[in-house]
């Protein structure tokens, strides 16, 4: 009878170590960098999933959350028009007003979003190209969109700092992966390069955001 006891006593000390250890795993407070975003995205998913969101404001709040997240001080989100099938701005943080007014009067064809031609670039990944300042990578008429258009031109201090001329374009596709829209970053807080992390994690939201727009766009059911 004893050694049942005993038995049990140990059973149940090593169920509450294991139940500790499962609750430290399961803990909602976030440890790391990496915890803290997933649950600021969590956060945002869980905002933004109504029916009543409209694409429009779905991408605003989009773009708020993402400059929150990775401190840009300038970000815009671009769309592609059903109606005529331009890719207009729709979506706008950290811009002056006289900026997003340039923004809101461009529109641009398929064939111009992707060519290296007219808008030179490096391609960095399937979701992701880097336009630099020193490729000139706006066409005449665009200088109004930037915020700062006398920095243009000037020396590249560092090749980790991120100069007015620079912008980073994440594209969010359609399941057949046509380009639906992108996100834009011409600027940091910090002034430079975004780390490795930032760009897994826009990547990362930019699929989702994909999803959720052509549902919103094409009335897709979700699963």
């Known amino acids: 009878m004893s050694e049942q006891i005993v038995r049990s006593r140990d059973e149940e000390d090593k ?20 915890e803290k975003t997933m649950a600021q995205i969590e956060k945002f998913l869980t905002r933004v999933s109504g029916p009543a969101e409209t694409t429009q404001s779905f991408l605003q709040e989009t773009a708020n959350t993402i400059s929150r997240m990775f401190d840009f001080a300038e970000f815009v989100v671009a769309l592609k028009d059903r109606s005529d099938g331009l890719f207009k701005y729709v979506a706008f943080v950290g811009m002056r007003k006289e900026a997003e007014l340039a923004y809101r009067k461009l529109g641009y ?3 111009e979003v992707i060519s290296p031609i007219k808008f030179p670039r490096i391609k960095l990944t399937n979701h992701i190209d880097f336009f630099l300042g020193e490729y000139r990578p706006y066409r ?64 990362f939201l930019a699929v989702i955001a994909g999803r959720i727009v052509y549902e919103k766009e094409f009335g897709v059911p979700r699963h």
Not at 15 to 34: M, N, P
Not at 178 to 194: C, H, K, N, V
């Open 15 to 34: 169920t509450k170590q294991l139940t500790k250890l499962l609750r430290e795993r399961c803990s909602l407070v976030s440890e790391d960098e990496t």
């Open 109 to 111: 064809t398929a064939d």
């Open 140 to 203: 005449e008429g665009e200088l109004e969109t930037f915020n700062r258009p006398s920095q243009i031109g000037k020396e590249r201090g560092s090749e980790e700092n991120l100069q007015e001329g620079d912008y980073i374009c994440v594209y969010f596709f359609t399941p057949t992966r046509e380009i639906l829209g992108w996100f834009e970053i011409a600027r940091t807080m910090s002034g430079l390069i975004p780390s490795r992390h930032t760009f897994k994690w826009l990547e």
